[in-house]
């Protein structure tokens, strides 16, 4: 028996093929073939992310110069509503308000 063992493993050992060696050979290129497989997807997998990472920066700078338009579009058109607003107010609302005030009071002493 022992010189069994011995000719096993010197089958092995010059290559021959065994039960055992053809068995350890295809888990050995198997094990080989997943980890570059494993290596290409993770490389897939950080360039997909790395890809997003720009499109989304890129997204957040057009939204950005975006509402930067609005706000020039805004300031540009909707200041001089303001102002003439803030003007009407001043000139003819306060005023009235103050005439309908008085008259308010000058009812009131009728009473």
Known sequence: MAGD??????????????AGTSYMSFVRSQSGSFKILATVGMVLFMAFFSACEVLATEGAQSAISGGREIRALEDEHLAPLEQEMNDL??????????????????????E
């Open 89 to 110: 107010y001043a000139n003819e609302i306060e005023p009235r308000e103050s005439q309908l005030e008085d008259l308010r009071y000058e009812l009131r002493t009728l």
């Open 5 to 18: 063992s011995q000719r096993r493993s010197d089958d092995r050992y010059r290559g021959r093929q065994t």
